[in-house]
Each structure stands twice: as C-alpha cells, then as structure tokens.
C-alpha cells in the first residue's frame, strides 16, 4: 500500500541488474510513493542485466554511465536534472563488484590491479558521485543519499576478501561526505548494512548460501528480506528521517547484536551429538 511518501520527489537509483537486485526493488518501490526515478548502470551490467523491463515497468529513462568515470558521471546528473526539470532529491549508490571474488582468489593472493579496482567501483565511485553532484549543485536541500553496506566492513567474513574494505571505505566516506553535504546544504547521507540477499552478486560469493543460513539463524527476525530493505531505503529518502545522517543502519533482523542465537546451539548441539556416535 503506497503512503504517497516521495510524491514530488526525484531520484537517481544505480544498480539494478534484473528482479533480484534490491535497487530494482527499490526502483519499485519508490516509484510506487510518487517519485520520478532516473535508472542509471554500467554500459556492461545493462547488457548483461533487464533494466530496459524494469525502466519500461515504471516509466524511467536509463542514462548509461561507469561510476568510476567523473566525466560520465557528470553526464549523468546532468542529464538526470535536464529530465527532471530541476535538481534531485535523492540518490541509491548500490554498486560492487570484486574481480578477485569473481576469480575466487583468496585473501592471502589477491590480485592488486583487482584489489584497486573493487576499491574503484565498490566504495570511490559512492565519493564521486557525490563529488560530482556537489560541483554541479545538483542536490535540493534536504536531499538524501544512501549507499548499500554489509557487516563485513566491521567483521571478517570468509571469502568476502577485498569487498570487505571496500565497504569499510564506503561507509567512512558516508560520514565524511555527510559531514560535508550536511553542513553545506542540508543534505543526508547514510548507508545500510544490509542482511546477506539472494542477489546476483551476492551469490556470486563462495561459501553464500552457509553465510545466508548462518545470519538467518542468528538473527532473532531472520535475514531482512530485499524488500523490506527497498522499504527502509524509501524510507530514507523521505521527510520523514530528515535529521538522520553519517550513519551505518543495521538492517539485519538483529544479527548484528547478537552473539549466539538457540538454533545455532540447537545446530551444534545436534552436530556434536551426530559426531559422537
């Protein structure tokens, strides 16, 4: 049920690959509180991706543009602003890739041109946009700006490698970059660490589907599902959480504050028992 929660709003949402990305959710759901979106993603990921069906489903243009590119960048806000009629309200950085992940390269034999590279995409591309946006005063007050996290910036994570700096750098550029945006014009910026998903990237990930089990039995709610977190993405881009930035939110069902939940000692305990036999 929509709340008309963005009606008069506009947006730029990166990222969305097909019905399994949480910025195609997002996409949905946004459009369905009344904003007007720009979709936006890299050349390579909308040949391989279905943006076209979900552009067409919510009546959005795409404008291509490689995220680690100021001068595509640029193209794209001011296209996006020509589009609108006017300046944007709000921005999904939801962009990662690891080449070294995709290569399956453990953390002890990265590739270094790899490494830089997810730094590239994964977290500098989240500062130049918003430098970008900046130089051009694209953003009206009051305009929000997230970027999609996950727990690995704090904790190791097996087979994460270099993803999991590269989040940690996102998420300290949201509180630099939010100091910066908040001061100058109002504008909030936060990122979300969002539980594991079934999305294309994410299951890309070795050893996935343990992560996803594990954080679903730790987490008192469960995994949050990728439209719950499309919900509190929208929710962020609203009036309603105006005074909220330079923050990491767990979206997590709780994982993130729990040390040992009862069915990881239920699965334990019964794995111990199995082993003793």
């Known amino acids: 049920m929509s709340h008309n929660l963005l009606a008069g709003k506009v947006g730029i949402i990166s990222g969305a690959l097909n019905s399994q990305s949480i910025a195609w959710k997002v996409a949905q759901k946004a459009h369905a509180e009344g904003a007007r979106i720009v979709l936006t993603n890299a050349p390579l990921a909308m040949r391989m991706g279905e943006i076209k069906a979900l552009a067409a489903e919510i009546d959005a243009p795409i404008i291509?543009?490689?995220?680690?590119?100021?001068?595509?960048?640029g193209t794209l806000f001011t296209e996006a602003q020509a589009h609108f009629g006017?300046?944007?309200d709000f921005v999904l950085h939801s962009i990662g890739m690891s080449a070294n992940i995709r290569k399956g390269k453990s953390y002890g034999d990265l590739d270094y041109k790899f490494f830089q590279q997810t730094l590239d995409v994964s977290a500098l591309s989240f500062h130049k946009m918003?430098?970008?946006?900046?130089?051009?005063?694209?953003?009206?007050?009051?305009?929000?700006?997230?970027?999609?996290?996950?727990?690995?910036?704090?904790?190791?994570?097996?087979?994460?490698?270099?993803?999991?700096q590269a989040k940690a750098v996102l998420e300290s550029i949201a509180r630099s970059y939010g100091?910066?945006?908040?001061?100058?014009?109002?504008?909030?910026?936060?990122?979300?660490?969002?539980?594991?998903?079934k999305t294309?990237?994410?299951?890309?990930?070795?050893?996935f589907n343990a992560f996803y089990e594990y954080a679903d039995k730790m987490a008192p709610l469960g995994n949050a599902p990728a439209e719950a977190c499309a919900d509190y993405c929208v929710s962020l881009f609203s009036d309603l959480t105006r005074f909220v930035t330079m923050q990491n939110l767990m979206h997590d069902g709780g994982f993130s504050s729990v040390g040992i939940s009862e069915a990881i000692v239920d699965a334990i305990t019964k794995a111990s028992a199995e082993s003793a036999q």
């Open 179 to 197: 100091q910066r945006l908040g001061s100058l014009k109002k504008v909030r910026v936060n990122t979300i660490s969002q539980s594991p998903t």
């Open 130 to 164: 918003m430098a970008v946006a900046e130089k051009q005063d694209a953003l009206n007050e009051w305009a929000s700006i997230v970027g999609l996290s996950y727990i690995a910036a704090q904790r190791a994570f097996l087979d994460y490698t270099d993803m999991s």
């Open 200 to 207: 294309t990237a994410g299951t890309g990930i070795s050893g």
């Open 64 to 73: 291509p543009a490689d995220a680690t590119s100021m001068e595509e960048l």
């Open 86 to 88: 006017g300046k944007i």
